[in-house]
């Protein structure tokens, strides 16, 4: 039962002393770092800081108080998320489009996604249209929005954003190694442990840490990812699609020739009515409705002749007179 106790106080004071350090790597002000030593600067325990894949974060970023055992974090080099969105209009869609795509992959980058569609001019003319998305090193951003943008018809839009994120970098970098020392702790508190129940406390304890440890390891590989490649979304117009709707001039020698000539179709449509509905439509009517004709004669006949003898019977017997 002591041991028991011991080894649940250790994990205890491990995770207290992961919180220490993450709160004093976030507020401690970095110090200056001797640039003669020729040696990178270690954090914690003096294993090196985790460098950045995409902005190379210098090694004069972390330091360690030898008095106090703080550890301070101070970032020489920002780490900078940049992309960008634009507009053009060109006379080949298609062609543009591949050659976007070819300009990401000859810069070291690949193409993220594309879409191809159509769209409609003032004219309600299907055009082609595309938008793609494609991520280029950082580095070379400024240089593939040149080539994107050169021998277009028009620039439409373009909009060019940059996310610092050197703070929330740091701060996985700190948490990360806080949760791997109390990693190694628990191991080795795990190793030495001889009761089960003991075993399986700490062993509940790790899975803890190592789910969060790979959670932080992806966070941070998506920091680099991003920050190495720029993400750059193009929409590709085709030409016909901003062209400007024409109003011809008025003339009134063509709008008189287009009233006669509507005149005359008019004419020759009323003749072809008439002629129609003389020659076939009445007769098709006549012969149509002469059943319905014959049928109301003879009701009618009918109705008669019964109403006439119902008057004669009513003639023959007339009433007796009482005497």
């Known amino acids: 039962m002591k041991r028991t106790v011991f080894f649940l106080v250790i994990a205890a004071l491990v995770l207290a002393a992961c919180g220490t350090i993450?709160?004093?790597?976030?507020?401690?002000?970095?110090?200056?770092?001797?640039?003669?030593?020729?040696?990178?600067?270690?954090?914690?325990?003096?294993?090196?800081?985790?460098?950045?894949?995409?902005?190379?974060?210098?090694?004069?970023?972390?330091?360690?108080?030898?008095?106090?055992?703080?550890?301070?974090?101070?970032?020489a080099d920002r780490i900078v998320i940049q992309n960008a969105d634009l507009t053009i209009v060109v006379t080949?869609?298609?062609?543009?489009?591949?050659?976007?795509?070819?300009?990401?992959?000859?810069?070291?980058?690949?193409?993220?996604?594309a879409q191809h569609?159509?769209?409609?001019?003032?004219?309600?003319?299907?055009?082609?249209?595309?938008?793609?998305?494609?991520?280029?090193?950082?580095?070379?951003?400024?240089?593939?929005l040149g080539l994107i943008k050169k021998d277009t018809v028009d620039v439409q839009n373009e909009n060019r954003t940059g996310e610092d994120v050197t703070n929330q970098y740091v701060d996985l970098q700190s948490q990360l190694k806080a949760k791997q020392a109390a990693e190694q702790q628990l191991l080795k508190i795990m190793k030495d442990a001889t009761k089960t129940e003991d075993v399986l406390a700490v062993y509940q304890q790790l899975q803890t840490i190592q789910s969060d440890i790979e959670v932080l390891k992806g966070q941070i590989k998506y920091y680099d990812e991003a920050a190495r490649l720029?993400?750059?979304?193009?929409?590709?117009?085709?030409?016909?699609?901003?062209?400007?709707?024409?109003?011809?001039?008025?003339?009134?020698?063509?709008?008189?020739?287009?009233?006669?000539?509507?005149?005359?179709?008019?004419?020759?449509?009323?003749?072809?009515?008439?002629?129609?509905?003389?020659?076939?439509?009445?007769?098709?009517?006549?012969?149509?409705?002469l059943p319905f004709v014959i049928l109301f004669l003879i009701g009618r006949a009918i109705f008669r002749k019964m109403r006439a003898n119902r008057s004669k019977k009513e003639i023959v017997a007339p009433p007796a007179v009482e005497q």
Do not use: C, H
């Not at 080949?92 to 996604?113: P, T």
């Not at 595309?130 to 070379?140: C, F, G, M, Q, S």
């Not at 699609?241 to 509507?262: C, E, L, M, R």
């Open 230 to 289: 720029s993400a750059i979304t193009v929409r590709v117009i085709a030409e016909e699609t901003v062209q400007p709707i024409k109003i011809p001039g008025w003339k009134p020698g063509s709008v008189a020739a287009q009233a006669f000539q509507d005149l005359k179709l008019f004419l020759q449509n009323f003749a072809s009515f008439m002629i129609g509905f003389f020659v076939r439509d009445l007769w098709e009517i006549l012969l149509i409705a």
């Open 117 to 144: 569609y159509q769209s409609y001019t003032n004219n309600n003319v299907a055009v082609p249209e595309a938008t793609l998305t494609i991520r280029i090193p950082a580095e070379k951003l400024d240089e593939a």
């Open 22 to 75: 993450r709160k004093a790597v976030v507020s401690a002000p970095a110090p200056a770092v001797q640039p003669s030593s020729g040696i990178a600067p270690q954090m914690g325990g003096g294993a090196p800081v985790q460098e950045s894949y995409a902005q190379q974060m210098p090694a004069s970023a972390y330091d360690q108080s030898s008095t106090s055992g703080t550890v301070a974090a101070a970032p």
């Open 92 to 113: 080949d869609v298609e062609k543009r489009a591949r050659e976007i795509e070819q300009m990401a992959k000859d810069m070291g980058g690949y193409l993220v996604s």
